[in-house]
């Protein structure tokens, strides 16, 4: 079966043609873009037709594209993206996978303007864990100005202030204070699907009166896990067993907090606190539960989840370690970055270079020093320790994978900073995976996944921000085996050529180890 649905990506402004992406402001008057719904085991046939007067692109979270790396859409590491006027066609199939995922734009930051929605691909036949509907959330940080005028000043400094234009927090795509109700019939079980469409903001969802029971995340069924409140970080995708009340004598209401530690607190703004109502019968008065203080409150928590489809933890073959928080300085700017350079991309996209310069792809120097490339040999097992020595919480993407979360445990000089010294953690026996983990002030995780996906993958910062300022590593999976086995498709070359872009040889366009043109790398210091 071959599902299409077309998809423009309009301009800026109220008055576009087709499904708008990009959003007018101001946010109370956002409409929430329609998930994509498929059933396991269809092919999805994506068209976009870019109306933008710059190229654009569709990154597909969560989904491991695994024999087709350049349907990834990550901007210029698997694609040069659709240049304006132009159309390409994602083809997405789904026979691997279930669960909720995301649609982001993957050029320019566009997915901070509103090129993001849900993709959400259902059981073909029983799910694991029974319920009667579904419901969805999302959580989205809005601001009325777009992102890259925005990033010309947070650019220059080094510390978080309060911004001046800060973000509304949407749920459901519209003001966080007139989401219509969660409608709930007493004795009914609901699955409620909770996702993360922010750029930078975290978001906490919790409803007094009523326990939650997490059986997915990031697109893996876990088994039911009882918490009393959510806490969901940027691009990160949850579903929740909600078992409404027998009784629908009263209504109740749920608490949503958008926050961010690494901006300065301050009354009502941050944290930014959101009430909706959950209506078991129209008009009924609203029950008053007390309030668990955070304390108090079991929250979710990685090495707590046991994912339903249980593996073995890997033994490590290889291990390398990243380290956040190193500065770099150049033209005038600050950056962040995990390994030696501040990640940005080369010239040429790292996936055509992988397809295009033979035995020298598997020498991480050809890619250019600033994609931050790792090689990575077929089928190893590779483990990645990732720490955070530093003062705000970050949220690591992988894509092109589902890791397991094997520790974490305390990073850095927290006691010398007056920071919590977090105790080490690991799974009891079967480690949950997923494809984002949130990494916390002063704490180091460690992950393993194994590299049986040949392409070019990213693992980037998910706070946007913290990305744009270099936290990004490039992995260069098994390219031997790419050139083997996949086949660059000629559509893809095109679009690049179309925008002056080299479609083949190293991160500069040129043969061998000559990197002539390519920007000079900006190097970290600690």
Known sequence: MCLKQGIKAPGNGAGNQGLDLIRPPPAVFMKPVKPIHVTQGDVLALNVHNELDEPTSLHFQGLLQNGTSYMDGSGMVTECGIP?????????????????????????????????????????????????????????????????????????????????????????????????????????????????????????????????????ADGVDTEPYEVDSMDIGPTQRYSVLLTA????????????????????????????????????????????VPHLSEEEMVWPDDTKLVPVSKQSLLSADMSLKFKEGGHGTGYGITYFGMGNASYEPALVPALFSAFSMGDLALDSRIYGPQVEAHVLPHLKVVELDLHNPSMRDHLFILH????????????????????????????????????????????????????????????????????????????????????????LPEELKQMCLKQGIKASGNGAGNEGYDLTGLPPAIYLDE
């Open 84 to 216: 304006p006027g132009d159309s390409f066609t994602y083809v997405i199939d789904t026979k691997d996978q279930v669960g909720t995922y995301s649609i982001q734009g993957h050029i320019n930051f566009q997915y901070a303007d509103g090129l993001r929605g849900l993709f959400i691909i259902h059981e073909k036949h029983k799910p694991a864990a029974e319920y009667d509907e579904e419901l969805i959330m999302t959580f989205e940080d809005w601001t009325a100005d777009e992102f890259m005028p925005r990033m010309e000043v947070f650019k220059t400094i080094k510390t978080y202030m309060l911004p001046q234009n800060y973000p509304n927090g949407l749920i459901n795509g519209i003001d966080g204070n007139k989401t219509e109700a969660i409608k709930l019939t007493p004795g009914k079980r609901y699955r409620l699907r909770l996702a993360s469409l922010s750029m930078t903001f975290w978001f906490t969802f919790r409803i007094p009166g009523h326990k939650l029971h997490i059986i997915e």
């Open 245 to 288: 009340l027998d009784t629908d004598e009263f209504n109740y209401v749920y608490d949503v907090s958008m926050y961010a530690n690494f901006i300065i607190k301050a009354p009502v703004i941050n944290p930014h606190n959101y009430q909706g109502l959950v209506e078991y019968r129209e008009g009924a008065p609203i029950k008053n």
């Open 400 to 487: 092109g994978h589902s890791f397991q979360i094997v520790e974490f445990g305390p990073s850095g000089n927290a006691t010398a900073e007056n920071k919590p010294v977090w105790p080490v953690r690991r799974p009891s026996k079967w480690p949950m995976r997923r494809d984002t983990v949130v990494v916390r002030t002063y704490e180091y995780v460690k992950i393993r996944f194994r590299a049986d996906n040949p392409g070019v993958w990213l693992l980037s910062e998910g706070v946007l921000t913290h990305f744009y300022k270099g936290v990004g590593i490039t992995f260069i999976e098994a390219p031997d085996m790419l050139q083997q086995r996949q086949a």
